[in-house]
């Protein structure tokens, strides 16, 4: 089997593979639970160690920094998509339920 990568090393990889990101436009689609799903576009600002940000445009002109978890990408909680060609960056769901 060729998925037997440890979830800590998917996280190292998620992690990597957004710093390189930094700066770029993302799409942004959160499951909040009890059937709420926000999406939003935005800049990924930053990658830190446990969690990444991302600048979105609210009404008006404001700006607001939401921040996720990468395990939230990795269960598929937060999935992110390229603005340009609308794919799927990271789809490890399938994976886990395997």
Known sequence: MENDIPPVNRVDEIREH???????RLKV????GRSRIVERTGTLVHAHPSLFV??????RGRTARQSYQYVD???GTVELYDTESGER???FAETITE
């Open 18 to 24: 957004l710093s390189s990101l930094e700066g770029k």
């Open 29 to 32: 689609k959160a499951n909040m």
């Open 54 to 59: 991302v600048e979105v445009e609210e009404r």
């Open 73 to 75: 990408v990795l269960t």
């Open 89 to 91: 960056l990271f789809d």
